[in-house]
């Protein structure tokens, strides 16, 4: 019961900064999508280079474990409201399309029939329960880590080791090579993956009992909301600076052209 409590026990200050991180990392911004598309398209590039240092050097930039443990979270505070879960699973799947879709085409254009099956791609193409295992472990450590301020340094760490991106990878190069035996195995890696680190988290977040922190996610979500907008309110400025000046220009080149 010692270890139950503490978790329970973790000071309010540090459990509100792990929500906040929660919902601040895992915000569908241009950010946020910008970052997925690299680290996705980093880890196809080596799993066809079959280059484990490119793969590694992947998931240190990925930024999907937010949504994932975001569900999480949702999960727990469902009972009051669902937007969190909402929102988390919306960003998660569009994520997950992202990547993939950004796999298949980097798969399509650079790959070739000898690189779909690589050493690095194969392995990610036998699930086991060893799988379930580690991501289970690491859904564990990421969970209290982010709880643990102290303890950030070891979250590239934890990164390498849940290894979301590189499945996932696979599985849009099995699409593009169109072999089924990759996209099953991949799939089920990643399926498994996900399901590991959601189950962990939800026991590590209830034990922590962050369900009586529910005002803290909605204040969060409404203030990255805010951010998201205004964010794309001067995006939008911008743009319509770019087209009135090159309106100007070519304008000006026409009256050129006349004279």
């Not at 994932?68 to 997950?96: P, W, Y």
């Not at 951010?227 to 939008?236: D, L």
Request: hydrophobic share 50%; proline share 3%.
């Amino acid at each position: 019961m010692s270890v139950f409590a503490r978790f329970r026990a973790l000071p309010d200050k540090d459990k509100a900064s792990l929500i906040r991180k929660l919902v601040e990392n895992g915000t569908p911004d241009f950010d946020y999508f910008y970052l997925i598309g690299l680290s996705t398209l980093m880890a196809t590039l080596g799993l066809l280079l079959n280059s484990s240092s490119i793969v590694i050097g992947s998931m240190l930039i990925a930024p999907l474990m937010y949504p994932i443990l975001g569900a999480a979270l949702g999960l727990v505070m469902m009972e009051e409201n669902d937007s969190l879960l909402q929102r988390a699973l919306s960003t998660l799947t569009k994520s997950l399309a992202v990547g993939l879709g950004v796999s298949v085409a980097a798969a399509f254009f650079f790959g070739g029939e000898a690189m779909y099956e690589t050493a690095e791609v194969l392995s990610r193409t036998n699930p086991s329960h060893l799988h379930l295992l580690v991501a289970i472990v690491a859904g564990a450590a990421v969970s209290y880590m982010l709880a643990r301020p102290e303890w950030g340094d070891a979250l590239p760490g934890v990164a390498i080791a849940v290894a979301l991106i590189p499945p996932l990878a696979t599985v849009g190069i099995g699409i593009a090579a169109w072999s089924a035996t990759i996209i099953k195995g991949a799939t089920m890696m990643l399926l498994l993956n996900l399901f590991g680190i959601v189950a962990v988290a939800v026991v590590m977040f209830l034990l922590m009992n962050l369900g009586e922190k529910e005002n803290i996610a909605e204040s969060t979500l409404k203030r990255e909301d805010e951010k998201v907008e205004n964010e794309n309110k001067v995006i939008a400025e911008v743009a319509e600076k770019m087209t009135i000046e090159k309106e100007r220009k070519y304008t000006i080149r026409e009256d050129i052209k006349v004279d």
